[in-house]
């Protein structure tokens, strides 16, 4: 789907350069910003390096088991059927820990791997749990409790005060992740 999209974004651009006579700054944009692009990839892959390394030394030194069993209240909550001590719930506490650091791509990985333990769990093969649902709703909605990655993105862009967006954050992730939460716990079981 979004490989159709972009084509055709791409489409378009060069259609409306062909036909507004502005070949030359379409061509101009396409190879500044390509070349912004690799800048920015590289200044953003410390900081998820960083944070990804630090979730693996999490899961060896057994800090997931912790923040699992810290995280076993909600976990009981959102995710009724589910065992506490069950693969699935440390991946997904691991995921929500990345999510609250603000660490955008580096919790896909780990939001992955917990899907997959979702599906090991699921009765109905192919067709996604209601903890499957909620998993995206976190993962989606993602409370930030540090806007890591907005962070960098904004310091990279001359921001001299990276972090003052924090109330913002705070604010409207608790909003989106509370509706979504209700939503998804209104919406389970619904439709079987």
Do not use: Y
Request: with cysteine.
């Amino acid at each position: 789907m979004m490989s159709w999209l972009f084509t055709g974004m791409l489409v378009f651009s060069l259609l409306f350069g062909i036909l507004n006579g502005r070949m030359e700054q379409v061509s101009i944009a396409a190879v500044n910003d390509c070349s912004n692009a690799v800048t920015l990839v590289i200044q953003l892959a410390g900081v998820m390096c960083l944070w990804s390394g630090l979730m693996r030394i999490a899961e060896s030194s057994d800090l997931t088991g912790k923040l699992s069993r810290l995280f076993q209240p909600v976990m009981k909550l959102l995710f009724r059927r589910l065992p506490v001590d069950s693969k699935a719930t440390k991946a997904i506490v691991m995921n929500l820990t990345a999510n609250l650091l603000g660490l955008g791509n580096a919790a896909t990985p780990l939001g992955i791997a917990a899907m997959k333990e979702l599906e090991k769990t699921s009765q109905r093969k192919g067709v996604a749990s209601d903890e499957m649902a909620m998993l995206v709703v976190l993962n989606t909605a993602s409370l930030q409790l540090i806007p890591t990655t907005t962070a960098a993105l904004r310091l990279a862009n001359g921001s001299t005060a990276p972090m003052e967006i924090l109330p913002a954050v705070w604010l409207a992730s608790s909003v989106s992740i509370l509706a979504g939460i209700l939503t998804a716990k209104f919406l389970s079981g619904r439709f079987r």
